[in-house]
């Protein structure tokens, strides 16, 4: 009862602040977004398959509208794979074969649902399907290059890309400071039916226009183990290079005490010319969802015939103690 008298307490105060500094400008009209990122690939080895395939790596609609300068809403839909495969067993336990539609690999699905309220100045509050402040909201950002590859922790599944929930946050020039509470099941589930919830913690802090630091942590209770996760990012551009690296460490993973996964990852981008720019990237997965001691290299270069419209040839590399799988790429972006 004392927790919810405080919540309350706190909503009155930033509603009565909010109706004191009401905001009379004009609103602005809806905008729609979107981003479409095919590509082609294909092995150097006639042992690893498929030889050769086209892939949707991104296929997004999203609508954003602002309500004067104190409120915004978002609405994003993505495509991605939402059913699994059947296994069937039989009492000695061997596979058996299984003929079923498991539907399409590019369902669409809600990404984002957002409401975003200003109610003062430096303070920001979200509610809804909110993009997960892991990896999502800056280090895909500043990668820069999506339609390549998801930025790291996204890639390996380290982290939901997006989560049911709410966001409070103090922001100003240099810092940024966010707590949230969220459901912990991802943007494809609702509530399990145990009812636990996620919180986490986000700091940024941009000293000036060239540095970003960023660390996050989130903790996933249960009535006997704790789910944990500790990212740290750190940033560095000027008009003509970028570079990065980062890092994550989960213990715990989905309340099991042998799903403690980590990895780390690092990146370099130099800016040619205006249409040209050269980038590579590594990962390393000491463990993951997908992959054990791995290595994952990208070498690319970049062509920007106009604005918004990329295009990039790269190579990649997937190396661990037993195996080596080379692939070279051509990935074509858009966004509008």
């Known amino acids: 009862m004392k927790?919810?008298?405080?919540?309350?307490?706190?909503?009155?105060?930033?509603?009565?602040?909010?109706?004191t500094q009401s905001d009379t400008t004009k609103p602005k009209p809806p905008v729609v977004f979107g981003s479409v990122y095919p590509g082609f690939v294909t092995t150097l080895s006639t042992k690893d398959k498929p030889n050769y395939a086209f892939e949707m790596n991104t296929a997004l609609v999203g609508f954003k509208k602002e309500f004067s300068n104190k409120a915004t809403a978002?609405?994003?839909?993505?495509?991605?794979?939402?059913?699994?495969?059947?296994?069937?067993?039989?009492?000695?336990?061997?596979?058996?074969?299984?003929?079923?539609?498991?539907?399409s690999d590019y369902t669409a699905f809600l990404k984002q649902a957002e409401i975003n309220w200003r109610p003062v100045k430096h303070i920001e509050l979200a509610m809804g399907?909110?993009?997960?402040?892991?990896?999502?909201?800056?280090?895909?950002?500043?990668?820069?290059?999506?339609?390549?590859?998801?930025?790291?922790?996204?890639?390996?599944?380290y982290g939901n890309q997006a989560d049911f929930g709410f966001r409070a946050a103090y922001v100003n020039e240099k810092l940024k400071i966010t707590a949230g509470v969220f459901n912990g099941e991802g943007p494809l589930y609702k509530q399990d039916s145990n009812g636990r919830l996620m919180y986490t913690l986000n700091a940024e802090y941009r000293p000036n226009e060239h540095f970003i630091f960023k660390i996050y942590g989130d903790i996933y209770p249960?009535?006997?183990?704790?789910?944990?996760?500790?990212?740290?990012?750190l940033a560095f551009k000027t008009e003509k290079f970028r570079v990065a690296i980062e890092g994550c460490n989960i213990q715990n993973d989905k309340w099991n005490h042998l799903n403690d996964y980590s990895g780390v990852s690092a990146f370099?981008?130099?800016?040619?010319?205006e249409k040209w720019n050269v980038f590579i990237r590594e990962d390393y997965l000491e463990k993951s969802l997908l992959?054990?001691?791995?290595?994952?290299?990208?070498?690319?270069?970049?062509?920007?015939?106009?604005t918004?419209?990329?295009?990039?040839?790269?190579?990649?590399?997937?190396?661990?103690?037993?195996t080596q799988l080379n692939q070279i790429a051509l990935n074509v972006g858009i966004k509008f």
């Open 3 to 19: 927790k919810i008298q405080i919540f309350l307490l706190i909503f009155i105060l930033l509603s009565h602040l909010g109706y």
């Open 129 to 157: 399907q909110l993009l997960s402040e892991q990896y999502l909201t800056v280090q895909d950002k500043f990668w820069g290059y999506r339609y390549v590859a998801f930025t790291f922790q996204e890639r390996y599944k």
């Open 74 to 103: 978002i609405l994003i839909y993505d495509v991605t794979k939402t059913t699994g495969d059947i296994t069937v067993l039989d009492s000695n336990g061997t596979a058996q074969n299984v003929s079923f539609f498991k539907g």
């Open 222 to 233: 249960s009535s006997s183990i704790n789910k944990q996760c500790l990212s740290a990012f």
């Open 268 to 273: 370099f981008s130099y800016k040619l010319t």
């Open 308 to 322: 918004n419209f990329d295009i990039a040839l790269n190579y990649r590399l997937y190396s661990n103690s037993l």
């Open 291 to 306: 992959y054990n001691k791995t290595s994952v290299s990208f070498v690319g270069v970049q062509y920007e015939p106009i």
